[in-house]
């Protein structure tokens, strides 16, 4: 318990490059030895709106790959949907703009001792971190297949060279504007068979995640997914991103998805529950 | 008193006490903002500021409310928790004994939903060493009065407050965190120092409420939350200032929207004898460092030597021209 946010540390990092990939901003930041801390699944909270800004809270963003041998030192590359205020004011930071950051916060993906087959199932832009999570599980030996799906073509986050680590990536949209009409979960209980998989990891939004766990729960696979909740601090201090996670006594109660996530067991998380009182 | 630009080689004396507690610095985290200080002791040494107070505790563990439970708002944000927590007895045993392993110091905060709760709360606290003060939070429902706030209710608050004292006996000293949602903050202030509160914390966050107009219905899983952040603080200088003039000898813990050292010197010149750090946690794991390095340089800079002298300076009557 004493080892909380043991890796955090809280730095000044400038942006090296911010480029505009389809509907997100890829932002890359300098963060020196902090890269090597970082793992996938792990998120960034970074300050927002400058010194006088009203918006007091920092914002929460998957890490999705880190470099440690860049000409600029260790680099943390970041997705970012320039949704609310504090992501639009971040997508308009140019090269050399100084981010107040903490990092790397929250738990990262499990990785399997063994090279087995998995299954990295993404929606929207929360595909991005699956990248840099399917390098390493790639490294590790493990047959890494990847469904990516969004409601349309230009929210779809699939870089060229994120295909190097995965042997197949299939897509779907639900307009039917990219890839295949229809919804990641479609080809999941096929593929558990078909690939035989150990584990599929899993990051988007909350929905997704739930359906997910309804198949997996029907078959001996492991669900490692990244969790979304509001949340205030990232630090675990303020309790107000939980979600309800049953124990192995049967108990429930209610996790905090900054410490005790992201990156929860989606056989776990009690999603009947979520946004319910206990 | 003179003040002078000298005195910026002078030491300072930083220290403050409440009841007949001391402590080296008068910053303090808020309750409820930083849970039971574990997850700030990677950012910096507990045992560097004043004291953290915990959040506030109840007899048995708590879910809270639904998720979602945070709202930003413009220099501000409600939260709604529900007072979520582990229950005294799991946070005796395990939440005391890592604070003082850190050896920081501890208030510890309690909240009930009867009279008796908090009495019961205070009883097992009694033998608990390695306490330096308990803070009653009376900004909870109470039970048996309609769901009413005791803090909204001078007779509950201060029923709540004498229960204590009783059970606690003498020793530690009891704060009692006053919500500012109420008509006559300065009456209820009265009300618990005459039942036996040796400080006051002021104040609890503002009753407020987002409604998400998308969904079109209230953003928060509890609907109302409490508003808390540089939002507020205008209003805690306020209450502050109007305790202090009231009670100038009870000492004041406080804190509303507190976020640089700044804020934390008004704080002080309105009649707080140390200052709790909230919200601004949450933007900024060290914020209560910054706070409490700016807070020295400032008072040094008004060639004040000692905390003291600057608690309640605001209310002076006197002509001294710090020019």
């Known amino acids: 318990m004493s080892q909380i946010n043991r890796s955090a540390k809280q730095l000044i990092a400038p942006v090296v490059s911010n480029k505009k990939v389809g509907q997100y901003h890829q932002i890359i930041v300098n963060v020196g030895d902090l890269a090597e801390s970082c793992k996938p699944g792990n998120f960034v909270a970074i300050n927002v709106g400058g010194d006088s800004s009203r918006m007091i809270l920092r914002r929460a963003f998957a890490i999705s790959r880190v470099s440690s041998s860049t000409t600029f030192g260790g680099t943390m590359e970041l997705i970012v949907a320039p949704g609310g205020q504090g992501s639009r004011w971040l997508c308009a930071q140019g090269e050399g703009a100084m981010l107040d950051i903490v990092a790397p916060l929250g738990t990262a993906f499990g990785i399997p001792t063994e090279p087995v087959p998995v299954l990295l199932v993404g929606g929207g832009y929360g595909s991005a971190p699956l990248f840099g999570l399917a390098e390493v599980l790639n490294s590790r030996g493990c047959r890494v297949d990847m469904i990516l799906g969004a409601s349309t073509a230009a929210k779809i986050y699939a870089p060229m060279e994120g295909k190097r680590a995965v042997n197949s990536m299939r897509i779907f949209t639900e307009d039917g504007s990219m890839g295949q009409q229809g919804r990641v979960t479609d080809p999941i209980p096929e593929l558990i068979k078909d690939l035989d998989l150990a584990v599929i990891y899993s990051c988007g939004p909350m929905p997704m995640l739930s359906a997910i766990t309804a198949i997996t729960n029907q078959f001996e696979v492991i669900h490692q997914c990244a969790v979304e909740e509001s949340m205030a601090c990232g630090i675990g201090v303020c309790m107000t991103c939980v979600i309800p996670v049953k124990d192995d006594a049967g108990d429930i109660s209610m996790l905090r998805s900054c410490i005790d996530g992201p990156v929860m067991d989606g056989s776990k998380v009690q999603w009947n529950l979520v946004g319910q009182q206990l | ?323």
């Open chain 2, 1 to 323: 008193m003179e003040l002078g630009r000298t005195a910026a080689m002078s030491t300072l004396d930083f220290s403050t006490t409440i009841g007949n507690t001391w402590f080296p610095a008068p910053t303090f985290t808020a309750s409820g903002c930083a849970s039971s200080g574990r997850e700030l002791a990677q950012f910096f040494p507990l045992r560097e500021m004043g004291g953290v107070v915990t959040k506030s505790v109840m007899s048995k563990a708590r879910p809270g409310r639904p998720t979602p439970r945070m709202a930003e708002t413009p220099s501000g944000m409600l939260n709604s928790i529900g007072l979520q927590g582990p229950g005294i007895d799991a946070f005796i045993a395990k939440d005391i004994p890592y604070l003082v392993e850190q050896k920081a110091r501890v208030i510890v905060s309690i909240a009930g939903e009867t009279v008796e709760e908090y009495s019961t709360l205070a009883r097992k606290l009694r033998a608990v060493s390695g306490i330096s003060a308990i803070e009653v939070n009376i900004s909870c429902p109470n039970v048996e009065n309609r769901g009413l706030v005791f803090a909204c209710d001078p007779e509950a608050s201060r029923r709540v407050i004498d229960g204590v004292r009783r059970t606690i006996g003498g020793e530690l000293p009891i704060i009692a965190k006053l919500s500012p949602d109420v008509t006559d903050l300065v009456s209820i202030a009265r009300g618990v120092v005459d039942a036996g509160a040796d400080g006051l914390a002021l104040i609890n966050t503002v009753l407020g409420m987002v409604i998400n107009i998308d969904t079109m219905r209230p953003q928060l899983g509890g609907k109302t939350g409490g508003l808390s952040g540089p939002a507020i603080r205008p209003i805690a200088v306020r209450a502050v200032y109007q305790v202090h003039a009231a009670l100038p000898k009870v000492p004041i813990l406080g804190m509303g929207g507190v976020s640089t050292g700044r804020d934390a010197l008004e704080m002080i010149l309105a009649g707080a004898s140390g200052v709790s750090i909230g919200t601004a946690n949450f933007g900024n794991p060290t914020a209560i460092m910054s706070i409490q390095s700016e807070l020295k340089q400032l008072l040094i800079d008004r060639g004040f030597t000692s905390l003291k002298q600057a608690v309640g300076f605001a209310h002076r009557t006197d002509e001294v021209d710090q020019t």
